[in-house]
């Protein structure tokens, strides 16, 4: 809960904080319209959302104006040529309301390519690869990191997942019951976990404590 009030209300601009500051690029979000924060984020849901038409109109739906290049570019980055070029209409691909027609996998991939049409600065995932199996999810991982490398992108990952949090981030904040636990790096929570809920939830969990090993 307490992350995404953080990701849903606070960097949106929803609520602003009483105490403390929300800063994107350097900037206090209140010193930015609702507007200007929101058009830097990218938010892809724990459950894709897809909307009744095509493959097409529901990547482009993130951005209208777009050419088809920079649609089939969005659906390279998320993983999606690999199903629509199964289809024999591929992107004229009918899709009905809620994408019923559809995998759950299929559905996050599409709404990544939303996400990533849209060119966002700030991208967040909620539970990313909860709908995956494990040969896409494990390929959908490598395509997270190469996507924030490549693009420069802030990439904010709220996940319940501890192997998730610590393969996928240079950085991992622990909330417990609304306050942080710890924040560090992967490397730094497993050697040197704050608590006893950090180890038990993280380390007890993994079961790696003797055998992560990182550069």
């Not at 599409?110 to 995956?132: C, F, G, N, W």
Request: with cysteine; charged share 25%.
């Amino acid at each position: 809960g307490s992350e995404m009030c953080i990701r849903d209300s606070l960097i949106p601009r929803f609520y602003d904080v009483t105490e403390g500051r929300v800063l994107v690029d350097g900037v206090d979000v209140r010193e930015m319209t609702q507007k200007e924060v929101r058009s830097r984020l990218g938010y892809v849901p724990q459950k894709g959302v897809l909307f009744s038409g095509n493959i097409a109109s529901n990547i482009m739906f993130g951005n209208p104006a777009g050419s088809e290049q920079e649609m089939t570019e969005a659906a390279q980055i998320a993983q999606a040529v690999e199903f629509i070029d199964t289809k024999p209409e591929r992107y004229k691909s009918p899709i009905s309301q809620g994408g019923a027609n559809v995998s759950g996998g299929q559905k996050q991939r599409v709404a990544l390519a939303r996400t990533m049409v849209m060119k966002p600065k700030i991208l967040l995932l909620d539970e990313p690869l909860s709908a995956l199996d494990g040969v896409i999810k494990e390929s959908i991982k490598s395509k997270i990191k190469e996507i924030a490398r490549e693009f420069s992108l802030t990439t904010i990952i709220v996940t319940h997942d501890p192997e998730e949090a610590l393969t996928l981030s240079d950085k991992v904040l622990i909330i417990n019951d609304g306050e942080i636990a710890q924040y560090g790096t992967p490397k730094e929570i497993i050697q040197q976990p704050a608590d006893d809920f950090v180890e038990n939830f993280i380390l007890n969990q993994l079961e790696i404590c003797l055998l992560y090993t990182s550069p």
